[in-house]
Nanobody, 116 residues
Framework: QVQLVESGGGLVQDGGSLKLSCAAS????????MAWYRQAPGKQRELVAG???????DYSDSVKGRFTISRDNAKKTVYLQMNSLKPEDTAVYYC??????????WGQGTQVTVSP
């Protein structure tokens, strides 16, 4: 059974930083490509960043150069360091395996709000 617990969100000003964490209870975690997603009000959930089991990251164009994804396989935890935050980054952020679908198991997410 998959369990995902996201934390670290909050309210920051334009240009601020936050670091999100995701504790994942997933079998063979170290072999799974994990990802961060976000969903803004009225919009579809979108992929923000992914990271392979070996630590190779990739990013959406909208966050490239500002966000950094990392993982600790021993702790089964995925992180998202977010710098230079913009109001358009405001969303609920979720983590899951890469390619997870809406019908899969998701955590509660963590709210990130960036004020102008």
């Amino acid at each position: 059974q998959v369990q995902l617990v996201e934390s670290g969100g909050g309210l920051v000003q334009d240009g601020g930083s936050l670091k999100l964490s995701c504790a994942a209870s997933i079998s063979i975690f170290s072999l799974r490509t994990m990802a961060w997603y976000r969903q803004a009000p009225g919009k579809q959930r979108e992929l923000v960043a992914g990271i392979t089991g070996g630590g190779t990251p990739d990013y959406s164009d909208s966050v490239k150069g500002r966000f950094t994804i990392s993982r600790d396989n021993a702790k089964k935890t995925v992180y998202l360091q977010m710098n230079s935050l913009k109001p358009e980054d405001t969303a609920v952020y979720y983590c899951n395996t890469r390619g997870a679908q809406m019908g899969d198991s998701w955590g509660q997410g963590t709210q990130v709000t960036v004020s102008p």
